[in-house]
């Protein structure tokens, strides 16, 4: 694991089977989350969006939509930050050589742009076993304007 996960103790985490319809769980986990820690509302859309993103391609590409696999949403305030951890039971993938969807070519295309908006949306992302794991951190300070 990664600096984001050391010593990261859940205040509480949600496993749940690989089925398109329990992003709604996740949603759930993330407003709870985010009104328990005083997220303040400039942050609240880009851990929405990226975490979202994270927990669609657990069910969708990690695993498979194979109901018989998991995926874990936990999450731990930290400081001035929060921490979230998605996790599923598929191989992982090579999260260092994305192709960019920003280029041209890969405009049109529906699928490939999940990590680049993770990225983008956190303060920190970090990707262990071999991407079945990312842990995403998000200041709880209102953004800067």
Same mark, same amino acid.
């Given at each position: 694991?990664?600096?984001?996960?050391?010593?990261?103790? !859940? *205040?509480?985490?949600?496993? !749940?089977?690989?089925?398109? =319809?329990?992003?709604?769980?996740?949603?759930?986990?993330?407003? =709870?989350?985010? *009104?328990?820690?005083?997220?303040?509302?400039?942050?609240?859309?880009?851990?929405?969006? #990226?975490? *979202?993103? #994270?927990?669609n391609n657990a069910i969708h590409h990690g695993n498979r939509l194979d109901p018989?696999?998991?995926?874990?949403?936990?999450?731990?305030?930290?400081?001035?930050?929060?921490? !979230?951890?998605?996790?599923?039971?598929?191989?992982?993938?090579?999260?260092?050589?994305?192709?960019?969807?920003?280029?041209?070519?890969?405009?049109?295309?529906?699928?490939?742009?999940?990590? $680049?908006?993770?990225?983008?949306?956190?303060?920190?992302?970090? $990707?262990? =076993?071999?991407?079945?794991?990312?842990?995403? #951190? !998000?200041?709880?300070a209102p953004v800067k304007e």
């Amino acid at each position: 694991m990664g600096a984001l996960t050391e010593e990261l103790e !859940f *205040t509480r985490r949600i496993d !749940f089977p690989a089925k398109a =319809e329990n992003i709604a769980l996740a949603e759930k986990l993330i407003d =709870e989350a985010c *009104t328990a820690h005083d997220v303040h509302e400039s942050r609240y859309g880009n851990i929405l969006i #990226a975490l *979202t993103e #994270a927990v669609n391609n657990a069910i969708h590409h990690g695993n498979r939509l194979d109901p018989s696999k998991s995926v874990s949403l936990g999450y731990q305030a930290k400081e001035d930050r929060i921490i !979230f951890v998605v996790q599923d039971q598929g191989p992982g993938f090579d999260f260092e050589h994305l192709p960019d969807p920003t280029d041209p070519q890969n405009l049109e295309k529906p699928h490939g742009r999940g990590v $680049f908006l993770m990225r983008a949306l956190a303060d920190d992302v970090e $990707f262990s =076993e071999n991407g079945a794991t990312v842990t995403m #951190a !998000f200041s709880l300070a209102p953004v800067k304007e």
